[in-house]
């Protein structure tokens, strides 16, 4: 007989501690292949659950992040709007805690649209954002997070101790939320 375990909202160290305890293996939603941990438990997916794009503005605008757009729209399919339909949870959390953590002003000007490059963590697939260069967002950035070299098109990367990574292209900066 299963026993039924009540979603609630789980934190890793909840699973962790879930798991330590010999709790049996928790139903996840959202995650496919989540990895094992001793003793059977899951681990949860760091990057969440996918967004509508009005679910995802609207988190970004109470936290006092704008989303802008060259095309002054939001639909994915095309390349001068910024979207965030189909983001992850773990995206827009990422962004509005770079914004707490280092009080500077962050504007988001990409989003999960068409016209970023492919690849499984890639804008579209809700991964990855993109924000203004500022002199404050550089330095936070700069001093905070440790530089890990040039990506392959040359942008200088950083990584922060959670495991994002910060690439600083000639326009702006492009962010990996895991």
């Not at 990057?47 to 009005?54: E, F, H, I, N, Q």
């Not at 939001?74 to 979207?83: A, E, K, L, N, W």
């Not at 700069?142 to 000639?170: C, H, M, V, W």
């Amino acid at each position: 007989m299963q026993k039924f375990v009540p979603m609630l909202p789980l934190t890793l160290t909840t699973v962790l501690t879930l798991a330590a305890c010999g709790a049996p293996q928790l139903a996840i939603p959202e995650v496919a292949q989540a990895p094992e941990l001793s003793g059977g438990a899951a681990l949860v997916a760091l990057s969440g659950v996918k967004l509508s794009d009005a679910e995802a503005r609207r988190r970004v605008t109470d936290a006092g992040i704008p989303v802008v757009s060259s095309g002054n729209c939001s639909t994915r399919s095309i390349s001068t709007c910024t979207s965030l339909e189909q983001i992850y949870s773990g995206t827009i959390d990422g962004i509005i805690t770079l914004k707490r953590a280092s009080g500077c002003a962050v504007n988001i000007t990409g989003g999960t649209e068409v016209g970023h490059a492919s690849g499984t963590y890639s804008h579209y697939n809700g991964y990855k954002v993109d924000t203004s260069i500022t002199t404050c967002i550089n330095s936070y950035i700069t001093r905070n997070f440790t530089y890990i070299g040039l990506r392959g098109d040359g942008a200088p990367q950083y990584k922060s101790a959670a495991g994002n990574i910060y690439a600083k292209e000639s326009s702006h900066w492009d962010i990996l939320y895991y």
